[in-house]
């Protein structure tokens, strides 16, 4: 499969303004030095507790927020990106290499070149409540990022607003109407639209599915999967609900404190998790079997906070395997075999 986004170093920190000067004091390491890459027509899921920075993640890569450092590559040919880490390493202050930042580096647009890439990459959020406007009606809601990227004009933006609402199940019936006449799932079905209506390539899908309930969900899961198809799509899926994440993506990634700990396939991962925190993850995923009891992986502790996060690898406070180096170094994310990386000395150093 060919590579449509590649991450390297991404960080995103929020300031904490603090004393009678409101200066920064500190810093939360929401996403610290994140490195992934994301296949064409993939779904990649991200799992991980509240607050260890997934949706952070998601919002930077599609420019939401600014990152404070680290690289977003669309569609770069690798030779490029390959020559950006050269001259990186090797002459970090040259033209060439600001000049190929410029052009290259999502991490580096600004104005109108970044409201142009915006029609690529959308996202759709986990409450349509709140991520709908209540006083607007649905076919301007859904017309809105066609018009202001300035994709059509006049009649055929209503065409175009009927042609998506009938990809996500609703109808030229429901132009006409505000979000509180809406269901959840259909207030979701109007957020798919817009967020399909400029045909972009790449959607971030933040916890889709977490306002609904059960069956809504199937419905909705049925939904991303079928235009994933039609329409070429590649998602990212941020949950925290593991089952979920499960049925729809191609490969997870684990977070914990802002950094990927564990990636790999959708069924290795389940199968088979390496990294203490995944297991003790995936041990909480309940069986639907009342005469079976999952083997439940010790955790420790509370999750330390992100502004001061521990030195060397961030889950040794709470690790029951934590040794010396642990306290010291950052585990890398290492390719323990067909593509599963683990950032675990435990595991790693036994391979
Ligand atoms: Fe535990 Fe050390 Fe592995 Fe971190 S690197 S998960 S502390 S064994």
Redesign the pocket.
């Known amino acids: 499969m060919e590579n449509l986004i590649a991450i390297e170093n991404l960080k995103k920190y929020f300031p904490i303004y603090g004393g009678v000067l409101k200066r920064k004091v500190a810093e939360v390491k929401a996403v610290d030095d994140v490195h992934l890459n994301i296949m064409r027509g993939e779904c990649f899921g991200v799992v991980g507790e509240s607050g260890c920075g997934k949706t952070t993640l998601g919002k930077t890569i599609i420019r939401l927020l600014n990152p404070n450092a680290g690289h977003i590559f669309y569609r770069v040919p690798k030779e490029i990106v390959e020559a950006i880490k050269y001259l990186e390493r090797n002459d970090p202050k040259s033209k060439a290499l600001k000049y190929l930042l410029k052009e290259y580096d999502i991490a580096y647009l600004t104005g109108r070149r970044l409201k142009k890439f915006r029609r690529y990459m959308q996202i759709v959020f986990q409450d349509p409540s709140t991520s709908l406007d209540p006083r607007m009606l649905v076919k301007d809601i859904v017309a809105e990022p066609l018009v202001s990227q300035g994709l059509a004009k006049g009649a055929n933006v209503g065409k175009r607003v009927v042609e998506v609402l009938e990809l996500v199940g609703l109808s030229r019936s429901h132009l006409y109407r505000y979000p509180h006449e809406f269901s959840g799932g259909q207030r979701q079905r109007i957020a798919v639209a817009r967020a399909i209506i400029t045909n972009p390539e790449f959607i971030v899908l933040d916890e889709p599915t977490s306002s609904v309930d059960v069956s809504v969900r199937a419905q909705l899961l049925n939904l991303f999967k079928e235009l994933q198809k039609k329409l070429g799509l590649t998602y990212m899926f941020i949950s925290h609900d593991l089952s979920v994440v499960e049925c729809i993506s191609d490969r997870v990634a684990v977070m914990y404190l802002g950094k990927i700990v564990e990636l790999a396939e959708t069924y290795d991962l389940y199968k088979n998790p390496l990294?203490?925190?995944a297991k003790a993850l995936f041990a909480s995923i309940p069986v639907p079997d009342p005469t079976r009891r999952r083997e439940k992986a010790p955790l420790y502790g509370e999750v330390p906070s992100p502004v001061n996060p521990p030195a060397g690898?961030r889950?040794?406070p709470r690790?029951a395997?934590?040794?010396d180096i642990?306290k010291r170094d950052e585990?890398p994310l290492v390719d323990v075999g067909g593509g599963h990386l683990v950032a675990?000395?435990?595991?790693t150093e036994k391979e």
Do not use: D, I, R, S
């Open positions: 990294h203490p925190y690898c889950f040794h690790c395997l934590a040794m642990c585990p675990c000395y435990a595991v």
